[in-house]
């Protein structure tokens, strides 16, 4: 039974095992290069990983913006990237652009990916290939999350949208293009401890990131988890006094998630399209399991 950490009672309570759609999308990275290649330009550090390890990492644009926010299996010779449904071609495209002169072939999945939640099969932050199926562990914080390539899962309902969405805010897991796109500074979510390495060196967008580190990371907003007193609909607007301080970009019954001006504090009340809500930190690691230091 998957009973989902600190989340309020009821939400995927029951399920043993059940499928997330839409799934995202997988492209693998192979050749002698590829190591070296994918570490100038993602913000993980992958060099010192060991092969079977998952780690999760960042796709910046040159000016230091996310544009992709990934899980990277490490392998020997190949390293498989992660993305949201829909954008694999594009992160294909988009690194594809930088192989110069490099042994290093790209390689978009074919075979059926699926995202399930429930009872591992992989340990705990590893990845493996058995007979031609990929599994790998992607879970969250308090929510066991596998990606499956190759398996059969017609047998696994699929998770209700509303429920695993409730999981994603408690967990504080922004999406691309839903809550940050490509305006959004890393330091202004709580990713950066898990996805980042300061100590790698250089990768694309770097030079912004490591100043705002360098100067204690302060930034005009960050992003929140909301407790509305009833629920609130994605698309309303987040008012502390007369003044607006964001807008609601992922909601699930109590629970939303959003882009907050930093003036409002964790515990803060505001105003969430009429309704009043509390405002509530994003759980973040002190520090990134894998910067490679």
Same mark, same amino acid.
């Given at each position: @039974?998957?009973?989902?950490?600190? =989340?309020?009672?009821?939400? !995927?309570?029951?399920? @043993? ?8 999308? &997988? ?32 796709? &910046?644009?040159?000016?230091?913006? @996310?544009?992709?926010? =990934? ?9 498989? =990237?992660?993305? +949201? ?23 978009? $999945? ?5 995202? /399930? ?52 805010? $408690?967990?504080? !897991? ?19 401890? +898990? ?13 912004? /990131? ?15 988890? &909301? ?10 607007? =987040? ?19 959003? &882009? ?18 509390? /405002? ?14």
């Amino acid at each position: @039974m998957v009973r989902v950490g600190s =989340l309020p009672e009821g939400v !995927i309570v029951g399920v @043993m095992t059940a499928r997330i759609a839409p799934a995202p999308e &997988l492209v693998w990275f192979r050749g002698p290069d590829t190591i070296r290649f994918l570490n100038d330009l993602i913000s993980q550090e992958i060099g010192h990983l060991e092969p079977g390890t998952v780690a999760r990492s960042l796709l &910046l644009g040159p000016q230091g913006k @996310m544009d992709f926010i =990934l899980w990277v299996l490490r392998g020997e010779d190949e390293v498989g =990237l992660v993305t +949201e449904d829909g954008r694999g071609e594009e992160l294909a495209n988009r690194l594809g652009r930088y192989k110069i002169r490099v042994e290093v072939e790209v390689v978009p $999945e074919l075979s059926e990916v699926y995202l /399930v939640v429930g009872d591992p099969t992989v340990p705990a932050g590893q990845w493996e290939r058995t007979d031609g199926l990929v599994s790998a562990d992607l879970s969250w914080p308090g929510l066991p999350r596998e990606l499956r390539v190759g398996a059969d899962v017609s047998g696994l309902a699929e998770i209700d949208p509303g429920e695993y969405a409730a999981a994603r805010i $408690e967990a504080g !897991i922004p999406v691309m293009g839903v809550d940050v796109d490509e305006k959004t500074i890393p330091q202004e979510t709580a990713l950066v401890p +898990e996805t980042i390495s300061f100590e790698k060196g250089c990768f694309l967008g770097q030079e912004l /990131v490591a100043r705002l580190d360098s100067r204690g990371g302060r930034v005009n907003q960050h992003l929140r988890i &909301l407790e509305f007193d009833e629920p609130v609909p994605t698309g309303a607007t =987040l008012k502390a006094g007369d003044r607006e301080v964001g807008t609601v970009t992922t909601s699930s019954g109590s629970l939303g998630l959003a &882009l907050v001006w930093r003036e409002v504090e964790p515990g803060d009340r505001i105003d969430a399209g009429g309704v009043a809500a509390t /405002v509530r930190a994003v759980p973040q690691k002190s520090e990134s399991t894998f910067t490679g230091s």
